[in-house]
C-alpha cells in the first residue's frame, strides 16, 4: 500500500492558490485508483477556531476531503499547534480518523512514529508554555463557548503574537531538540520519526534514528510518501504544482527506512 504525507499547508482565505492547489492534489490521487491512505500531520489550517465554523473557502477543502475518503482512500488527521480545535464534527464531515499526538503505525513491517513535531521544540520555553495552556481540555472548551466573532478575534490576535515571537528568536530555539526526538524514539521503540512543524523539509540519519521532516506549503508544494519502505519527498511550485499536478513534482529526498 502507498501512504501519503502532508502537514504545514496553513491553508486559508489568504491563499486560493494553495486551496487548489491541495484540490488539485486530492483529485489526482483519487484518479491513480490505488490501495492508499493520506496523513494530515497538523497545521492543515492557519487556524481554526471550531468546528462550528463554516465558510465559503472551506466548502471546497472539505469536499476534496470527503472525495477522498469516499473514494476509498484512509484518510488521517493529526492535531497540529494552529488546528487544535478540530473535533468530531469536523472529522465526521470529512471522513477522517483521528490519531493522537506521537501515534506509531506498521507500514511494510516496519514501526514508523507520526507527530506534529511542536513538541520537541524544548528549548523554545516560552512557546512551550503557550503550548501547554492552549492544549489543556479546560482551555479549549472554554475557548468554544465563546462568540464565533470572538473566537475569529483570538485566532488572529494568536496568529500575530506567533509571528512576533518567531521574529526575535533565532532558528536554532526554534528547531528540536534532539535528545527529545531520540527519548520518544526510544520510548515507542521506533527507529523513524515523520513529522512536520519547523519548516525545515529535510531528512536526518545517524546511527540511532532516521528524522523526516516534511515541508510546509508556501512557495512550494510538498507531499511524501512510502512505499515498499522506500520513504520519498517530494516538491513543486505552486504555479508549477497548478499546470502539472504531480507530474510537476520533483525527488527531493529519498530514503530505506531501517
Not at 484540490?23 to 484518479?31: C, N
Not at 514501526?111 to 479549549?140: M, N
Not at 512557495?219 to 520519498?232: D, H, K, M, P, R
Request: glycine share 4%; with cysteine; hydrophobic share 40%.
Amino acid at each position: 500500500m502507498l501512504r501519503y504525507f502532508i502537514s504545514d499547508l496553513h491553508l486559508s482565505d489568504k491563499r486560493p492558490d494553495l486551496i487548489r492547489a491541495f484540490v488539485q492534489m486530492s483529485e489526482a490521487l483519487i484518479a491513480r485508483n490505488e490501495a492508499s491512505e493520506l496523513y494530515i500531520l497538523g497545521d492543515f489550517y492557519e487556524a481554526w477556531i471550531g468546528d462550528d465554523y463554516h465558510a465559503d473557502w472551506n466548502t471546497e477543502i472539505e469536499n476534496a476531503l470527503l472525495n477522498v475518503s469516499k473514494a476509498g482512500i484512509g484518510l488521517f488527521f493529526l492535531h497540529g499547534n494552529r488546528d487544535f480545535l478540530i473535533g468530531k464534527t469536523w472529522l465526521d464531515r470529512v471522513g477522517a480518523t483521528l490519531i493522537q499526538e506521537q501515534t506509531t503505525i506498521e507500514l511494510d513491517g516496519k514501526s514508523v512514529l507520526l507527530t506534529h513535531g511542536d513538541e520537541y521544540c524544548l528549548e523554545d520555553t516560552e512557546y512551550q508554555a503557550f503550548r501547554q495552556t492552549v492544549r489543556s481540555p479546560v482551555w479549549q472548551e472554554h475557548i468554544l463557548t465563546l462568540p464565533l466573532e470572538q473566537r475569529i478575534a483570538l485566532a488572529a490576535q494568536l496568529r500575530n503574537d506567533s509571528k512576533t515571537m518567531a521574529s526575535e528568536k533565532s532558528l536554532s530555539i526554534m528547531d528540536v531538540t534532539p535528545s527529545a526526538v531520540e527519548h520518544s524514539l526510544i520510548q515507542h521503540r521506533c527507529n523513524s520519526v515523520i513529522h512536520g512543524h519547523t519548516h525545515r523539509p529535510d531528512l536526518h540519519q545517524d546511527s540511532s534514528y532516521l528524522r523526516c521532516v516534511l515541508g510546509d506549503w508556501d512557495e512550494f508544494v510538498w507531499l511524501a510518501s512510502i512505499e515498499s519502505n522506500v520513504y520519498t519527498q517530494y516538491k513543486a511550485s505552486v504555479d508549477r504544482f497548478s499546470k502539472q499536478v504531480l507530474a510537476g513534482l520533483e525527488e527531493v529526498h529519498k530514503v530505506v527506512l531501517t
